[in-house]
C-alpha cells in the first residue's frame, strides 16, 4: 500500500550565489518556472508511487482549520496552478529584462530517481518554454547538500517534513535568513504576526499563515512546491497496530500486534 507523507519536494531557487545576484533574482524568471511546470505528470508518471502533485508549501491531511476542521491545503487551495501561457509571457518578460536567453543549472543529487525528476524537469520545462536552457549539475549528495547550505546552487529540488503539526514548521524555513536568498519584509510581518499577535486568535492566526504562503508560493514565487510524498509499503497479513505520525519519526511499532 502507498502512505501518504507529511514531506514535500520541491524546487529552491537561489536568488544570490558568491554575493551576487543570481538569474533567479528575476522574479519573471521564477514565475516561468513556477507556472511552467507539469506536476501531475512528474508524480503521476515518474515519481509514480502514490506520490501526488501538489500546489502550495503545506501538505494535504497534515493541519486542520481549527474552528471548521476543514483541511488546510483544501482551504487554502491552488497557488500558482500550472499554466503554460502564463508561463511563457513571464519568460518573454525575463528575456526582455535580461537581454537574452535564459540558461539555468540545476542542482541534482546522483541517485537514479533524483536523476530521473532532474531530467524530467530539464526536458519538460525547455519542451513548454522554447529558449529556456537548463543544464543539469549531477553530484552525490553529500555535495549537494553542502552546497545548497553555502547557497552555492542556482535551481535545486529540496524536501521538507515538519518537526511539529503547524504550518509554521515548513513557512519558517523562509523567512529572512535562509539558504534561497528569499527575503520580503511583508512575508516576515505576516509570520511575525501569526507567531505572536494571533497566538491566541486561531481564526484571524489562520488568515494569516495562508496569507503569508500565498505572498511567498504566489506572489513572489519564492519556491516551486513539486508532490508531496507517498511511501510504499508492504504489510504482512495478520499484522496490525502500527501508528503512522504526520510529522517527526514516520512510525511507532509499540502497539504492533502479530495474530
Do not use: C
Request: proline share 4%; glycine share 6%; aromatic share 10%.
Amino acid at each position: 500500500t502507498a502512505v501518504e507523507t507529511s514531506k514535500i519536494y520541491y524546487l529552491k531557487m537561489n536568488q544570490e550565489r558568491n554575493g551576487e545576484a543570481s538569474i533567479f533574482a528575476n522574479e519573471n524568471v521564477r514565475k516561468a518556472i513556477a507556472y511552467g511546470l507539469d506536476k501531475e505528470s512528474l508524480a503521476n508518471q515518474i515519481v509514480a508511487d502514490g506520490s501526488k502533485a501538489i500546489y502550495g508549501y503545506v501538505p494535504y491531511n497534515f493541519v486542520a482549520n481549527p474552528e471548521t476542521g476543514i483541511d488546510y491545503r483544501e482551504e487554502a487551495g491552488d497557488l500558482a496552478k500550472t499554466n503554460a501561457d502564463k508561463a511563457k509571457e513571464y519568460l518573454a518578460k525575463a528575456e526582455k529584462e535580461l537581454n537574452g536567453k535564459v540558461e539555468i543549472e540545476l542542482l541534482s543529487k546522483d541517485g537514479d530517481s533524483d536523476k530521473r525528476i532532474a531530467e524530467f524537469i530539464q526536458g519538460q520545462l525547455e519542451e513548454t518554454l522554447p529558449g529556456l536552457t537548463i543544464n543539469i549539475k549531477t553530484v552525490p549528495q553529500q555535495n549537494s547538500i553542502e552546497l545548497t547550505r553555502k547557497g552555492d546552487y542556482e535551481l535545486a529540488i529540496g524536501t521538507w517534513a515538519p518537526d511539529y503539526q503547524d504550518p509554521t514548521s515548513f513557512f519558517a524555513n523562509l523567512t529572512t535568513g535562509n539558504n534561497s536568498a528569499y527575503s520580503n519584509p511583508k512575508y516576515d510581518t505576516l509570520m511575525e504576526e501569526a507567531n505572536n499577535k494571533y497566538a491566541n486568535e486561531p481564526a484571524k492566526r489562520w488568515a494569516t499563515l495562508m496569507e503569508a504562503e500565498k505572498v511567498m508560493v504566489e506572489d513572489d514565487a519564492a519556491i516551486v512546491p513539486l508532490f508531496q510524498q507517498s511511501k510504499g509499503q508492504l504489510t504482512q497479513d495478520g499484522v496490525s497496530g502500527i501508528t503512522r505520525h504526520l510529522f517527526g519519526p514516520t512510525m511507532t511499532y509499540k502497539y504492533l500486534v502479530v495474530e
